[in-house]
């Protein structure tokens, strides 16, 4: 059954550093989201990217994130300057048509110390 | 701003009784609501979806819609202790792009 992954699974990074979450949607998906879970709260969408560019994005989604899909396969986060509040799991999800079930990925968990 | 609202729980009931799950949310005119399941330190994973007003049944599982109310719900029939996670309530919202959101989640534990 195909499905959705995330490299990597967990990553430490220091506060100021820039990160690069890595997703690979299911092959003939269209839609992509990031949403992140901080511990023990709630999944909160981050941004949603069809056709190469930014469908919507949340209050979260600030100048220091980013996205793109830079070859066709992989869907990127990019953290440009991490804080300790960036510290969260980062779910990865995609979608093949409007309205259908969303698959999500495993996660990357991000620690910023 | 678009709420989905749950009960955080804990619900905890028997094996074997009826589970039911409630979420409410605010964006009248979101068309597509889904459950959802989360293990601990897991992605969430998908038990049902509805888009219809009334009752969808998979298996042990219901879905109910009421447009009307801004209320949907979930019943689990003969729980199961494999079915303490928390279950997500996530609604599509009408923006014109695509967005979900997701309520903060009710702690259900099945005890054997």
């Known amino acids: 059954e195909p499905e959705v992954t995330q490299t990597p699974s967990h990553q430490v990074t220091q506060m100021g550093q820039e990160v690069i979450l890595r997703c690979v949607p299911i092959?003939?998906?269209?839609?992509f989201y990031w949403y992140r879970q901080i511990l023990g709260q709630k999944v909160e969408f981050l941004v949603s990217?069809?056709?190469?560019?930014?469908?919507?994005k949340s209050e979260i989604f600030d100048d220091q994130f980013s996205v793109e899909r830079p070859d066709g396969s992989n869907f990127t986060l990019k953290i440009r300057s991490t804080k300790l509040e960036d510290s969260a799991m980062y779910f990865c999800?995609?979608?093949?048509?409007?309205?259908?079930?969303?698959?999500f990925g495993p996660g990357t968990r991000l620690l910023v110390l | 701003q678009k709420e989905v609202e749950q009960n955080s729980g804990p619900l905890s009931v028997p094996e074997g009784a009826i589970a039911s799950l409630n979420c409410t949310y605010s964006?009248?005119?979101?068309?597509?609501f889904f459950w959802y399941r989360q293990y601990s330190g897991k992605s969430p994973e998908l038990i049902m979806s509805?888009?219809?007003?009334g009752d969808k049944e998979d298996g042990r599982f219901t879905a109910q819609l009421n447009k009307a109310s801004q209320y949907v719900s979930l019943l689990i029939r003969d729980s199961q202790p494999s079915d303490s996670a928390t279950y997500l309530c996530?609604?599509?919202?009408?923006?014109?792009?695509?967005?979900?959101?997701f309520g903060a989640g009710t702690r259900l534990f099945v005890k054997a």
């Open positions: 509805i888009y219809s007003n």
């Open positions: 964006d009248r005119v979101s068309q597509s």
């Open positions: 996530a609604v599509n919202l009408n923006t014109g792009g695509f967005k979900t959101i």
């Open positions: 990217f069809y056709n190469n560019e930014i469908s919507e």
């Open positions: 092959s003939n998906h269209l839609y």
């Open positions: 999800a995609s979608i093949g048509q409007v309205q259908e079930t969303q698959y």
